[in-house]
Every structure is written in C-alpha cells, then in structure tokens.
C-alpha cells in the first residue's frame, strides 16, 4: 500500500498550487528579450509550420505539458485531462513522480491513463533521481517507462524541494554516477530536469557528460516550490524560515542562454515561469526544442478541458504569429536570429 502520506503529499500539493500564489519571487528572464519584427515577411501564416520529430515521435507542436501529477484519484483526473490535450494537440507530455505507483502498483492507473487518452503522444515517465540513491536501480526504471509506454524517463533533481519537506530525501552524494547506469542501461533516453530552481551550466555539463538525451532547464520564475512547502508547513517560524527561499534559483532565460552558449548541439528543454505563446516562442528562439509549461496548465484544467483547450489553443496561435512577424516558416529557421537582448 502506499502510505497516506504519500497520498496526502499529492493532494495537498494539487490543493496549494490551485488555491494558492505559489510564484517565484524572481521572473523568468525572457523579458530581457524581445523580437525583431519583419514587416515585410514574404510567407503567409497559414504556410506556418510549428511541427517537429523528437525521439522518433512526430509532435505538431512543441509544448511540453510539464510533469505533474499522478498517485491518487484526483491526480488521475487531471493526467485524463492534460493527457487528452496532448493527443488533440499534437504534443509532449510528462507525468508526476511515479513513486507512489512503483509502491503501490494499484495505482499504476492514475499514471496509465495518459497513455489511454494520448496513444500517439511523446509520453515522458518521470522518477525523482534522489530515489536512485534511497535503492531504486533500472528495474524501477524500466516499470516506470512500461508502466505508460513511456517514449523516455524523467529523472527529476530537486534538492532545495527535499531539504525543505519535512519527510524529504536529501542523500544526493554520488547521484550523477547512478544517472550515467540508468543512461547506459535504459532502452529509452533519459532526460533530466529541475523542478522550478533551474539547471545551471556545471550541472549541465555533469548531466550530459553522464549520457542524458536531453535536459529540461525547469529554472526559477513560475511555480516555486519553496512557496508550496511553506503552505504545508504548520511551525510559523520554519514557514518563515522557508519563505526566504522564494527568489531562489537561476531564472528560464538564463538556465538556458548560458547552457545553449556552452553547449549549442545539447538538446534543451525550457520550462519555470512560461506564461504564454510569446515566452514560449522566446524560449525556441534561444534554443529550446520544447517549452514546458506545468502550473498554467493545472489550473485552465480545474475549469475544466474546454479551459484547458481553449488556453493551449491560443499559446500556440501566439507562437504561430511569433513565428509569421519574424518571417519563419519552420522551427528550424526560427532561431537566435528573429530574437535580441534589450539593452
Ligand atoms: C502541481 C505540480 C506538480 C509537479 N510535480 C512534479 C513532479 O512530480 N515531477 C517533476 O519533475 N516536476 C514536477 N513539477 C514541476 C513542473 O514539471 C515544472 O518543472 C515546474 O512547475 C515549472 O513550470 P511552471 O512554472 O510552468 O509551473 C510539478 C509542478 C506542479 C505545478
């Protein structure tokens, strides 16, 4: 069984990120950034064409709908609803730490969901990497990604996330030599990703010299999960203790310029903070080949699919003019040239 704690954790998490301002006190960097617009620019949007293949899946789109949740009922209702988007879209997408399923594989259908609502979808398991080191090995690994049919394994880092949680796992010594077993001995890629504190160019560096396919900045702006630990703890003094995390991090933009910069074939993924198309758009410019967007999304589900679909139409109708004012036609010309620093 899994413990009601770990059904609780879920659920209070679903709860504060719906209920609560749980934003970052820092922004995620792509203000600084501005596009150059094209007044003459000689194609039609309807020529526009945002589509892309990643990990032999074909993606009308690239919009992750970042990994959240899974675990409990409720948690399976949304990964229903974010699950039939992604197949109506065209898109990526990653479920929540599957721990609770590998516990307990009763639950292996709050995860198993999303792959009956999005059959053609690119599905990304995810696994927090910390478990690696509590004794998790390639065989809970591998019933993560068989538990969906999964296209690649998440391992999710989130050190600041573990020390702030009051049943937290905070052994993080040798991790990046178990990462580099499973990237060996995986059948499917490994990604790895922040949850909201970003990935800066030293981990980066580690991470892809470990073997993983690619990375997901996850970088600070957007959902701060020193904020939603801080409405889960009941001590007054350590949530005040907490609350001082609020502008940690390395903000999206930045995770990801200086990575690009370092390392312009590394496959990168940006999420942390994405509000729209246009910061969407901005993280493709700079280099992203998906951008990842996880609380927005959560709550346009909470209204329900016509919400959910109605906000992911418009992000990508945004990207769409993004693309046509530069003058792009494809994802590959839409790079670091439709796009400056302002001053
Ligand atoms: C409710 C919720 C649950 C999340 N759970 C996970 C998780 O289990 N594993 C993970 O890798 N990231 C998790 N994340 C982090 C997101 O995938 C994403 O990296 C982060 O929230 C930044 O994106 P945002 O600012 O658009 O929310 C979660 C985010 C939210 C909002």
Same mark, same amino acid.
């Given at each position: 069984?899994?413990?009601? &704690?770990?059904?609780?954790?879920?659920?209070? &998490?679903?709860?504060?990120?719906?209920?609560?301002?749980?934003?970052?006190?820092?922004?995620?960097?792509?203000?600084?950034?501005?596009?150059? @617009?094209?007044?003459? +620019?000689?194609? %039609?949007?309807?020529?526009? %064409?945002?589509?892309?293949?990643?990990?032999?899946?074909?993606?009308?789109? #690239?919009?992750?709908?970042?990994?959240?949740?899974?675990?409990?009922?409720?948690?399976? @209702?949304?990964?229903?609803?974010?699950?039939?988007?992604?197949?109506?879209?065209?898109?990526?997408?990653?479920?929540?730490?599957?721990?609770?399923?590998?516990? %307990?594989?009763?639950?292996?259908?709050?995860?198993?969901?999303?792959?009956?609502?999005?059959?053609?979808?690119?599905?990304?398991?995810?696994?927090?990497?910390?478990?690696?080191?509590?004794?998790?090995?390639?065989?809970?690994?591998?019933?993560?990604?068989?538990?969906?049919?999964?296209?690649?394994?998440?391992?999710?880092?989130? +050190?600041?996330?573990?020390?702030?949680?009051?049943?937290?796992?905070?052994?993080?010594?040798?991790?990046?030599?178990?990462?580099?077993?499973?990237?060996?001995?995986? @059948?499917?890629?490994?990604?790895?990703?922040?949850?909201?504190?970003?990935?800066?160019?030293?981990?980066?560096?580690?991470?892809?010299?470990?073997?993983?396919?690619?990375?997901?900045?996850?970088?600070?702006?957007?959902?701060?999960?020193?904020?939603?630990?801080?409405?889960?703890?009941?001590? #007054?003094?350590?949530?005040?203790?907490?609350?001082?995390?609020?502008?940690?991090?390395?903000?999206?933009?930045?995770?990801?310029?200086?990575?690009?910069?370092?390392? #312009?074939?590394?496959?990168?993924?940006?999420?942390?903070?994405?509000?729209?198309?246009?910061?969407?758009?901005?993280?493709?410019?700079?280099?992203?080949?998906?951008?990842?967007?996880?609380? #927005?999304?959560?709550?346009?589900?909470?209204?329900?699919? %016509?919400?959910?679909?109605?906000?992911?139409?418009?992000?990508?109708?945004?990207?769409?003019?993004?693309?046509?004012?530069?003058?792009?036609?494809?994802?590959?010309?839409?790079?670091?040239?439709?796009?400056?620093?302002?001053?």
């Amino acid at each position: 069984m899994m413990d009601t &704690h770990t059904a609780s954790r879920k659920d209070d &998490h679903l709860r504060i990120n719906l209920e609560n301002e749980v934003k970052s006190a820092l922004t995620n960097g792509f203000e600084a950034y501005r596009f150059l @617009h094209q007044a003459l +620019p000689e194609i %039609d949007l309807e020529e526009v %064409d945002t589509s892309l293949t990643l990990f032999g899946k074909r993606l009308r789109a #690239p919009l992750l709908i970042s990994s959240m949740t899974g675990g409990t009922q409720k948690a399976a @209702h949304f990964n229903q609803l974010l699950a039939r988007a992604a197949q109506e879209f065209g898109l990526a997408m990653g479920v929540g730490s599957q721990r609770a399923a590998i516990e %307990d594989p009763s639950l292996e259908d709050t995860f198993r969901i999303a792959r009956q609502e999005a059959p053609d979808a690119l599905l990304f398991a995810n696994l927090g990497a910390v478990q690696l080191n509590m004794r998790y090995g390639i065989s809970e690994c591998q019933r993560a990604v068989d538990m969906l049919a999964a296209d690649a394994l998440i391992l999710h880092l989130n +050190p600041l996330q573990e020390a702030l949680q009051p049943e937290g796992d905070t052994k993080f010594r040798g991790l990046l030599r178990r990462i580099e077993e499973i990237c060996t001995k995986l @059948h499917v890629p490994v990604i790895s990703k922040e949850v909201g504190w970003g990935i800066g160019v030293t981990a980066a560096q580690q991470l892809l010299d470990a073997g993983v396919a690619a990375i997901d900045v996850a970088g600070a702006g957007g959902t701060s999960w020193s904020q939603v630990e801080m409405y889960r703890q009941r001590d #007054p003094q350590r949530a005040q203790m907490i609350l001082h995390f609020q502008d940690w991090g390395i903000p999206t933009a930045q995770c990801l310029v200086e990575i690009k910069q370092k390392f #312009p074939n590394a496959c990168l993924f940006a999420s942390g903070g994405l509000q729209n198309g246009i910061d969407m758009a901005k993280s493709l410019a700079l280099g992203a080949t998906l951008g990842g967007i996880a609380g #927005p999304l959560l709550r346009a589900a909470n209204e329900g699919y %016509d919400q959910l679909s109605k906000l992911i139409s418009l992000i990508l109708e945004e990207l769409r003019i993004c693309m046509f004012a530069t003058g792009k036609k494809t994802l590959t010309e839409f790079d670091k040239s439709v796009i400056a620093q302002v001053q």
